[in-house]
Structure formats: C-alpha cells, structure tokens
C-alpha cells in the first residue's frame, strides 16, 4: 500500500502548479542536440504578441503538448520551440490605441519614439499569451522562447530580403492591393476578412456620344465613376453589339471613355455593361492593362476623394457614395436601385472596409521563386511532407498553381524595415547595413554622404518573419551549420489551422526549400475550427467563446484537455460544447478513485486465488491490444481516437471491468501478487494517460511510490506490451458480455440481489471457463454454475459466442405477472406479424420493391414467428 493517503476528491488546483513547478525546475521540458537520441521537434505557430488564450490556441497547443509528451517518453530528444509574433499590424493598433488615450497622436511622434512606445507595450503585455499556456499544461522549452523580432531574427528577415531582390526575386512597382483606410496600410489577402452584407446594386446610365442612346452599367460602388476609363461588353453580347467601337461619357465628371469588348464581362450579371475603373478593382486593373487603359486614382489613403473628385474632394467614400447617388438621380441618369447581398473584405485588424488601390510597394515574384523551387509543390504532392487530412493536398495544389506575387511591404512602423536606400535622384540601393548602403550608392553617386541616404519607410509583413520561423528559431541564419539547427531541423511536425495552410505553411516549405535546400518539417497536423455547439464560429461579438482559464478553473486542465480532444477529428470542426469539459473531470475523478480504491486494500503473502490469476491473464492481454490501437492512431494523427482508445481501456476495460473481477470483499485482504501487479497495471495506464492528462497521471504516478527525479512519470518510458494469449481475449470478451447479459435478465426481472440464481452452461465450456467461476458468481449473482445441454423448463436462454447459456428463474419470479407480461408480448408480436404479412401478400408491393427490402421483411416475418413460439413455450412452462 501506499504510504501517502489521498483526499476524497480530485483537486487540480492543488497539483496542476505543484507539477509544472516542479517540471520547470527539475529541467524536464529543456532539449539539446543529443547524437544519442533521436530528435523529435515541434516549433510552436507563434502567437500574436496582442494574444491573449482563446479556444483555438487551446485546441492547437493541447494537441502539440500531446505529441511533445509522447515523443519525450519514447525516448526521443523532444524539443518543442515557443515565442510570439510581433504582429505589425496588430500591435501598432495596439499602441497607437494606447497613446491615444494618453494623448498623444502618431503623426506627432518621430519614427524612434514611437517604436519606444511599442518596445515598452511589448515588454509590458506581450508575454501574456505564453504565461497562460503553462496553465494548460505546455511543456515548451521555455529558455528556447523566441520572437520575430528580436535582433537576430530581425537580421535574417533582412538577409533574406537582400538575397532575393539580389536574385531578381524581388522588386518594386505599382500593383492593385489590399488597402486599409484606416491603418493607411496594404494587406495580404489574409488580413481580409470577407462578410456577406446587405447592400445596393445601383443601375447608371451613361450616355452614348454623338445619340440619344444610354447604356447602363450596374454596380456597387457609384463613386468610384469618378475614375472610370471604359466601359465593357462582351463581344458575344447582341444586346450592345451596335456600340462597338463608340464612346460614353462618364456621368458627373463627364469624361469621354472607349467602350471596349472583352470576353471577361459575365452575360448573366447586371446588364452586361462593365465599368471600368483600373485604379480601383483588382480585376479592372488587369483589364485596364490588356487594353492600354488610363489609370486614374482618385482616393485619399484615408479613404478620401481625391482632387480629381472636384467638388467632391476631401470627403469620405462612403459620404460621397450618397451625394453621388442623388446627383445621379437628379439627373435623371439613376435607372433604378436594387437590394444585393454581397461579399465585402474587411480589415482583418480595423474592420474597415477595404479597397482595392493602385500602390507603389515590393513584392516577391512568386512565379520566378517557384519557378526556381519545383519541390515546393512536388514534396507535398508525394508526401514527403505528408498533410494530415490529406483531402487538404488538393487545397494547396490549387493554391500553389494559381499562385500571386506576394505584397511584403506595410505601411507601418513595427517591424522589420525594409531596406532599400533612396538617392537624391531617385534610384535606390538594397543593402544589409546603412554602410554597406552608403558604399553601393556611392557607386552610382561618387560624392553622395549617408545623411543623403534616406531608408523606406515601409516595414515588411509579418508573413515574411513567420515563413523563416523553422529555421530561425534555431538561428539557422546566423549559423547555418550551428550544432541545433543541424540536429533539431528539419522539424517533424507541425500543428496549425486550415486557413494558414497557404500563407504560413506553404511560405515556410518555400523557406526552407530556398534558404536551407530541404524541407521544414515532416507532417502537417490541420485542426479544425472551434465553433461552438449550434456551428458558430466563437467569436468575442456573439458571446459564445468561453474563457480558456475560467474553464480551466472549473473542470481542471486536464479535463479541458480531454474536452477540447474528445470531438477534434483532424481537419475537422470541432463543435465544443462544454459538457465535453465537464466529461473530462469526471474522468480524472474516475482515474483518482481507481487508485484510491487499489490505495486502501490490505494485501497479504498469500497466493494470488486462480480467478485473480485468470483475471491477471486476461488484463495483461488486454493492455497491449489497446495499446497496439492507440499507437495506430497516433501514427495516424488520429489524436481523438487516441484518446477515445484510451478512455475506454481505463473506464472500462480497467476500472469496469478488472478492478470489479479483483476487488476482494468488504474488510477482507487480497493477495500482495494480485495487488502488486494491479498497481503495475495502474502505473502503465497512467503512462498512456499522461501525454493527454499530464497533471493527475503524474500526482498519482509519484503517490503510487517513492520515485527519484530520474524516475518522474514526464520522462518515463512509454508502455510497451505484447499480447501472448489470444485464447484468453477471446474468454475474457465472452466472459464480460455473459455477465452483462445475465445482469440485463435480472434488470429486466426486477430481482433483488440477493435473490441469486443458478446458471447453465454446456459441457463444452467448463475448462473455459473454470478458472472464472468465482467471478461470473461474484458480478452476475450467481449462486450455483452447472454444466448441462438438457434444457431446463424455467430457465431463460441466451447466446454467448455461440454457445446457448441458460439462468434458472425457478422460485425467483411471481408466475401470475411473468404470464401477464408474456401474454402483452405475444399480442403486440402478433399484431407486428399481421402488418408485415399483409405487406408480403399485397402483390404491387411485392412487384415493385427491390428484392432488398423484400428480403428484410422477410427476416421480419420469421423473426417475430420465431419469438412468438418462444414466448407461447415459456408460457405453457408457467
């Protein structure tokens, strides 16, 4: 026994920081490069360094800590790399928020003191999201902790800038982007965020030149006319055949434009007139560009009209939007205005609405860098980086093949700044340092000094530090042939979402293909997306997100665990509901009372009874059945599974089944074999539970026995068994279902229990089960076992494999309501056997239905004739 009593209940409270603590201390979650071990790495997806814990990160870090601790017990040097993401757009919102509120504005402070502003944010809020992850359970190695932005990483953003513009990989030009009006900054198609809205289809006309005649164009956005260049039909469009080759003029600003054909236009959409505004739609730019088009801007970056606008100028979009509207109505040129319901993108960190705009930025040529990198697509298509679901390979073949130049410059001030050096003249420079700036100028300007030089202002995005992180978390830039980056990369798994799949996963293979000649990782593990349990996706506006650390409180972090694993399918959406939570507790409760059941046994040294020793057999071949199955799964990335497997191992397998088999009588001692071995048995569970529920598996693992820091269950070994009697399985799986079989009966007899009855088996299963006597007598209150094939006149059959076991009732029910109650069952079977009959003879129906359902009714004919028989048997018998 156990030295150390347990109290009553479960408290995670009282073990969860107990053990991390002592985890941290005794240097359990550190990893170095060990040529004696192999390497086992996961680099965390860095968090926002706004972050705070919400369900996804709950969801994305569980899953990894799993992994982490399973790969640290199968030996393996398990190194799992945390930091944050300094999040550009994001915390410069952050900061000018809080300086706001100070008041102080932006546009007042130099470029240095506001990034001391931001560097004091940061140290003063940014570790937040880390802190909380240790809540869960995460056994990063936390002296490893990096961020994007830290000078050595900030280092290899600029040496990989330097290098690809080098390579004509880079470059700089007027191109349509993301736009936001209120950050005053370009964006990826990431940061966009689309809503359905409700909004207006308003009809134009435009005059033709030279006639009376109009035509009309539909769209949504009436005020960017002011900078339409044409208008166009599709060749193919009879409607609007006779104005080829004529001009229109622009409502309001009444500018003449060609009216140009293009098989682009849709036939089905609005009129089939298209106006054609290349300074501001993605698709009008390429338009304008394949038909020499004039390129008029006439916004503000603020989202302002322009000079160009006239009288409109300085005003907002959407201000303009409505006077443009009713001066077109005034002029009799508004045909009419429809109800639309349309997709709109919107700041991902602003919710402004975004609008596309004709912008000087840089850009990576990403047909050129995949051009150069082939492996980029083909190691994902042949799974030599294997993506788990895989039905997500299709995604990202999609993705790759139809790949865009890639906008990396912000307009924004956190971040890395891109280094490019402006000349008095115009021409610039891309350089490491201001020095080596300074001495590529001086070749093009001999006399030029470095107070000439002026750097661009623009920071790279975000995505362009996030696509090195596998690499530059071990400073493979700095040093390439550093002891970590050679051991620890390339990484072998890495957890992340759906929706990233193409603007982090597939930039980090394109990083790593291109900076270190071989892939980042192994595998990809997508999770799905946690929405709650009517399919919303948790959001902070519809309420429905709980808070991770008032659950954790609640049901423990292991329990969380298991709730946020229990229902979370790879790839698939996780419907969390907080039962899931609260299933979780119940289970550590169950696992605590399992060891305080086997704590309080008295054993003795005497020898294990030949049921024990049965039951022992039976177990020992059980465990590493399940074990086989949840190793299958982890090998799968099957981690619900994993877990599903292991739950039922311990719920019933264990608790349910074998503790009941073993557990001697009230005040009563076991034998010191059968005890010892069931705490064996206690022990490995608790290996197998440990990747999952880390905190109760290690507080019962170290109150089980003396342990040294040497033997602490984080860095034990993971279970290895094997089964050697398949014969026993096979006893033990009949075994278990005759005693809930035989429990069924007498639920279902409503007998008391210490109304015990005799039990019949045939002569063919007495060597069987012999050895399992007492236990069938035990659980199934039974009070005698008799071998027989004679069939006993009040005794109930049933099948166990395929042998016909019978319970004798005789002297244990009240004959007068057993007739009662068959008698009912034989009218209702009755009734049931004329419906089914009356639909065999209906010849229609025989004709018409597939011989399928034929044969089920059938099987329904005989089934309810043959219990019918039975049932007017037992009657004649009572």
């Not at 991902?348 to 930025?361: F, M």
């Not at 957890?495 to 193409?502: M, R």
């Not at 089944?657 to 074999?673: N, R």
């Not at 860095?715 to 089964?723: K, L, S």
Request: proline share 5%; aromatic share 10%.
């Amino acid at each position: 026994m156990s030295t150390i009593e347990l109290s009553k209940t479960y408290d995670p409270a009282a073990v969860e920081n107990k053990w991390y603590a002592y985890w941290m201390d005794k240097g359990f979650f550190a990893a170095k490069a060990n040529p004696e071990k192999a390497p086992y790495t996961i680099v965390i997806p860095p968090p926002n360094v706004t972050g705070i814990l919400h369900m996804g990160h709950m969801l994305n870090n569980t899953i990894q800590d799993v992994m982490i601790r399973r790969a640290r017990m199968l030996g393996k040097e398990a190194c799992w790399v945390p930091g944050t993401d300094h999040a550009s757009i994001a915390t410069e919102a952050k900061v000018v928020q809080m300086l706001r509120e100070q008041g102080i504005k932006k546009s007042d402070l130099t470029r240095d003191e506001f990034l001391g502003h931001a560097w004091d944010w940061k140290e003063k809020y940014g570790g937040i999201i880390l802190q909380q992850l240790k809540h869960l359970g995460a056994s990063c190695d936390w002296d490893r902790t990096r961020f994007t932005m830290e000078p050595v990483m900030s280092e290899a953003v600029i040496e990989v800038f330097v290098k690809l513009f080098n390579d004509g990989l880079i470059y700089r030009g007027n191109r349509m982007v993301n736009w936001d009006p209120q950050g005053k900054t370009a964006l990826s198609d990431e940061e966009v965020i689309h809503k359905d809205v409700n909004s207006k289809l308003f009809y134009i006309k435009y005059p033709v030149e030279g006639s009376k005649d109009f035509l009309i164009v539909a769209t949504t956005r009436p005020e960017t006319l002011l900078g339409d260049t044409a208008i166009c039909i599709n060749p193919n469009d009879p409607r609007w055949s006779h104005l080829k080759g004529k001009k229109a003029i622009v409502p309001i600003v009444n500018r003449e434009v060609p009216i140009i054909e293009d098989e682009y236009v849709d036939l089905e959409f609005g009129t089939g007139c298209l106006k054609v505004t290349p300074a501001h739609d993605m698709n009008d730019n390429e338009l304008g560009k394949k038909h020499n088009l004039a390129v008029i801007n006439v916004m503000n970056d603020d989202g302002s009209i322009n000079a160009i606008g006239g009288k409109y100028e300085g005003k907002d979009r959407f201000v303009v939007r409505k006077e443009i509207v009713k001066e077109l109505e005034s002029l009799g040129l508004m045909d009419k205005i429809e109800d639309l319901k349309n997709s709109i993108g919107y700041s991902e960190r602003t919710d402004a609405v975004i609008e596309p705009r004709l912008s000087l930025q840089w850009f990576v040529d990403m047909k050129q860098f995949m051009a150069k990198h082939p492996e980029v697509l083909s190691s994902v298509m042949n799974d030599e980086i294997k993506i788990y679901p895989p039905k997500f390979k299709n995604t990202y073949r999609h993705w790759i093949e139809n790949i865009k130049d890639w906008c990396v410059s912000r307009q924004l001030w956190w971040g890395q700044r891109i280094p490019a050096y402006y000349l008095p003249d115009g021409q610039f420079v891309v350089a490491l340092t201001d020095a080596e700036a300074l001495v590529a100028a001086k070749k093009l300007i001999p006399s030029i000094t470095a107070d000439q030089l002026k750097q661009d202002e623009d920071v790279l995005d975000t995505w362009f530090s996030s696509w090195l992180w596998p690499v530059s978390v071990f400073d493979g830039f700095k040093d390439p042939n550093n002891a970590d980056i050679n051991y620890f990369y390339p990484t072998n798994d890495l957890v992340t979402a759906p929706e990233i799949l193409f603007f982090w996963v597939a930039r980090m293979i394109m990083a790593g293909y291109a900076f270190r000649g071989e892939k980042p990782f192994e595998n990809v593990y997508l999770t799905g997306i946690v929405r709650d349990k009517q399919g919303r996706k948790m959001s902070k506006s519809l309420g429905n997100s709980p808070d991770p650390l008032l659950l954790i409180q609640k049901y423990g972090a292991d329990g969380v665990r298991f709730g946020m694993l229990l229902s979370s399918p790879a790839g698939n959406d996780l419907l969390f509901d907080e039962k899931y939570c609260e299933q979780g507790r119940n289970f550590s409760n169950k696992i605590w009372n399992a060891f305080r059941l086997i704590q309080q046994w008295e054993h003795i040294d005497t020898p294990s009874t030949e049921s024990d020793k049965a039951t022992m057999a039976w177990f020992e071949n059980t465990l590493p059945v399940a074990l086989a199955e949840i190793n299958e799964h982890f090998d799968k990335y099957r981690l619900s599974d994993a877990l599903m497997a292991m739950y039922k191992l311990v719920w019933d397998d264990f608790c349910a089944w074998y503790l009941e088999m073993v557990k001697p009588a009230f005040g009563q001692p076991i034998a010191k074999e059968t005890y010892e071995k069931t705490l064996g048995y206690f022990e490995q569970l608790l290996s197998i539970i440990h990747p999952f529920m880390p905190f109760i598996s290690e507080e019962l693992w170290q109150t089980a026995r003396p342990r040294s820091d040497a033997q602490a269950l984080i860095i034990a070994p993971w279970p290895q068994a094997v089964v050697k009697d398949l014969a026993i399985l096979e006893t033990g799986r009949k075994l278990t279902d005759a005693i809930s079989q035989l429990r069924n009966i007498r639920n279902e007899k409503q007998l008391a229990k210490d109304q015990l009855t005799d039990i019949v088996l045939p002569p063919s299963a007495q060597a069987e089960f012999a050895s399992f006597a007492d236990i069938l007598k035990k659980l199934a209150f039974v009070k005698d076992i008799h071998y027989s094939t004679d069939k006993n006149p009040a005794a109930i059959s049933f099948l166990v494999g395929r042998d016909e076991w019978q319970v004798v009732l005789e002297g244990l029910l009240d004959p007068v309501k057993e007739k009662e109650k068959t008698q009912k069952e034989i009218e209702y079977l009755e009734g049931f056997l004329v419906s089914v009959e009356k639909k065999l003879s209906n010849e229609r129906f025989v004709e018409s239905a597939p011989k399928q359902v034929l044969e089920i009714e059938q099987k329904k004919k005989d089934d309810a004739v043959s219990k019918i028989q039975s049932l007017k048997d037992r009657l004649l018998k009572l």
